[in-house]
C-alpha cells in the first residue's frame, strides 16, 4: 500500500495488506490509525519507563504526582484517581505507594468527611522536577520527525479523539490541574 506523498511503509502497511489479502471482505483500513497509535503508545511507554527510571518513578506516579505539583495544594484522591485513570481501588494502591517512597501524604479533607487529600512532600516535589524532564525528553524524541506545523496538527487531531473518548467529564473538570503529566 502506497500513500499519496509518503513512499516509506511500517508495519501496519503490512498487516492492512496481509488482512486484505487473507480476508478481502474484512476492511482494515482503521488499523492504518488505531494501529499505529497504539504502536507509538507502546514506544512512548517503553522510552518513557526508561527515562524515568532514574527517577525512581513510573508513568503512572508522574501522572499523580504532576497532577498534584501542577495545583499547588492538596487535591482529593479522586481527582488524581481521574488524572491517571485509576479505580477508587488503584489510587488507593498507588497512593500506599507513592506515601511509602515519602512523596505524598494524605490526610482527611476538612471540606468533606469521606474524601482524602493528597499533596506533594518537599521530596516529592523534586522528583516531579526531575521525571517530568526526563520524560518531555524521551516524548520530544519521539516526534521530532514532525515539523512545528505538523505536531500543532497532530496535537490537535488526538485532542479530537481524546475529547470523543472522555466524553463530558473532560470539559468539567479543570485538567489544568488534573490532567495527565
Keep these: 500500500m502506497e ?3 509518503y513512499a516509506e511503509s511500517d508495519y501496519i502497511d503490512k498487516a492492512v495488506d496481509g488482512w486484505a489479502e ?3 471482505k474484512l476492511k482494515p483500513a482503521a488499523l492504518q490509525k488505531t494501529g499505529r497509535l ?3 503508545a507502546r514506544h512512548l511507554d517503553r522510552r518513557s519507563t526508561e527515562a524515568l527510571s532514574e527517577s525512581g518513578v513510573n508513568g503512572r506516579d508522574l501522572e499523580v504526582l504532576g497532577a ?11 481527582e488524581c484517581a481521574r ?5 477508587s481501588g488503584g489510587m488507593t494502591g498507588e497512593a500506599d505507594r507513592l506515601a511509602k517512597a515519602g ?20 521530596e ?3 522528583v516531579v522536577k526531575c521525571a517530568i524532564k526526563a520524560y518531555l525528553s524521551a516524548a520530544d524524541e519521539i516526534v521530532e520527525v514532525l515539523d512545528q506545523d ?5 496535537a490537535e487531531l488526538l485532542r479530537k479523539i481524546l475529547v470523543r473518548l472522555e466524553g463530558a467529564d473532560s470539559t468539567k473538570t479543570d485538567f489544568t490541574k488534573t490532567s495527565a503529566l
Design 3 to 5: 500513500f499519496e506523498g
Design 22 to 24: 487473507q480476508w478481502p
Design 38 to 40: 497504539d504502536r507509538i
Design 68 to 78: 498534584l505539583r501542577r495545583c499547588g495544594k492538596g487535591l482529593p484522591a479522586s
Design 83 to 87: 488524572a491517571a485513570m485509576l479505580t
Design 103 to 122: 512523596f505524598i501524604v494524605r490526610r482527611p479533607d476538612p471540606e468533606d468527611r469521606r474524601a482524602v487529600l493528597m499533596t506533594l512532600t518537599s
Design 124 to 126: 516529592g516535589n523534586d
Design 150 to 154: 505538523e505536531r500543532r496538527q497532530l
